[in-house]
Nanobody, 112 residues
Framework: QVQLVESGGGLVEAGGSLRLSCAAS????????MGWYRQAPGKQRELVAA????NYADSVKGRFTISRDNAKNTMYLQMNNLKPEDTAVYYC?????????WGQGIQVTVSS
């Protein structure tokens, strides 16, 4: 069974950094990392960063960097200079074996 497993979240002070990882597990013959999304309390899920066209949300541009290691079937989100407004549940999105998958969601909390 294919899954996207996220790790690296947690609690960090404003100005700190975190790196989220999203690794596909299972029987994998094709992995296409798409991007990262997040959902804050009371808000809709929004795109944070996508590989297509190097697209970043304006709110994270210059602070977040998306990357991938296809040999490891893994994608990453490096988050620097974190702000309280970045507090949300973060989800990775990828196509694996010609199907779309989402990570389970991982909490990132940034204190003031």
């Amino acid at each position: 069974q294919v899954q996207l497993v996220e790790s690296g979240g947690g609690l960090v002070e404003a100005g700190g950094s975190l790196r989220l990882s999203c690794a596909a597990s299972g029987s994998i013959f094709r992995f296409t990392a798409m991007g990262w999304y997040r959902q804050a309390p009371g808000k809709q899920r929004e795109l944070v960063a996508a590989f297509a066209n190097g697209n970043y949300a304006d709110s994270v541009k210059g602070r977040f960097t998306i990357s991938r290691d296809n040999a490891k079937n893994t994608m990453y989100l490096q988050m620097n200079n974190l702000k309280p407004e970045d507090t949300a549940v973060y989800y990775c999105n990828a196509w694996v074996n010609f199907r779309e998958y989402w990570g389970q969601g991982i909490q990132v909390t940034v204190s003031s």
